[in-house]
């Protein structure tokens, strides 16, 4: 029962350097997001895949691209970090499909705190 | 384009009594749904309530109701009952067309004894 599993969990960049975030999920969902949570602005979408094969830029994409490698798996790389992508990074799958009205509840995964100094 | 709302940054509540958390949003789409979240100090995200807009009764889970006014645009979450673990951040989210989901900055809830 892993559910939606990001790896690192923590990680601290020097400005300019590039990471990867790596998310898979074993719920057979179609749907993954990436989301940033930074004190007192909640959750705020930077990339999402309703479907496997798709992307789509959220509220906050600049300085981020994601790769939806496959059905289980969604990447997400800052090419040249900056101080300004310091945040706490999660992870969300759900079972709605593309133009799907179920519940579709988000599943989250444990996140991943990035610090860039 | 899609927006929610939260106006509260902090609310506190006496052990045992209800308290509602405020969300309003806005969307242009016909179908939408509506989502409350809890994130406890530990961090990990909780799904509490799901709230459709088509769905004609308000959504109840347990001690938790979600007060739907559709023609106002809110989605109140009412936790009845408080315990002192409720003490955490709650997150309202809508999610509308292509099935992206948006979240509201949060309240954080302090349940008192």
């Known amino acids: 029962n892993a559910g939606v599993t990001q790896t690192p969990k923590f990680q601290v960049l020097k400005t300019g350097q590039s990471m990867t975030l790596q998310c898979a999920q074993d719920?057979?969902?179609?749907?993954m997001y990436w989301y940033r949570q930074d004190p007192g602005m909640g959750l705020r979408l930077i990339y999402y895949?309703?479907?496997?094969?798709?992307?789509d830029k959220g509220e906050v994409p600049n300085g981020y691209n994601v790769s939806r490698l496959n059905k289980r798996e969604f990447s997400l790389r800052l090419e040249s970090a900056a101080p300004s992508q310091t945040s706490v990074y999660f992870c969300?799958?759900?079972?709605?499909?593309?133009?799907?009205?179920?519940?579709?509840?988000?599943?989250f995964g444990e996140g991943s705190r990035l610090t860039v100094l | 384009a899609q927006k929610i709302t939260q106006t509260q940054p902090g609310m506190f509540v006496q052990e045992k009594e209800a308290v509602t958390l405020d969300c309003t949003y806005d969307t242009s789409d016909p179908s939408y749904g509506l989502f409350w979240y809890k994130q406890p100090s530990s961090g990990e995200m909780i799904f509490l309530i799901y709230?459709?807009?088509?769905?004609?009764q308000n959504a109840t889970e347990g001690r938790y109701s979600l007060n739907f006014q559709k023609a106002r645009k809110s989605a109140n979450l009412v936790i009845s009952a408080s315990q002192l673990g409720d003490s955490a951040m709650y997150f309202c989210?809508?999610?509308?067309?292509?099935?992206?989901?948006?979240f509201g900055a949060g309240t954080r809830l302090a349940v008192h004894p």
């Open positions: 989210a809508m999610r509308g067309g292509y099935n992206k989901l948006i």
């Open positions: 895949s309703a479907s496997e094969g798709t992307t």
């Open positions: 709230q459709g807009s088509y769905d004609q």
């Open positions: 969300a799958s759900s079972e709605a499909e593309w133009g799907g009205q179920g519940v579709g509840e988000l599943f």
């Open positions: 719920m057979n969902h179609n749907s």
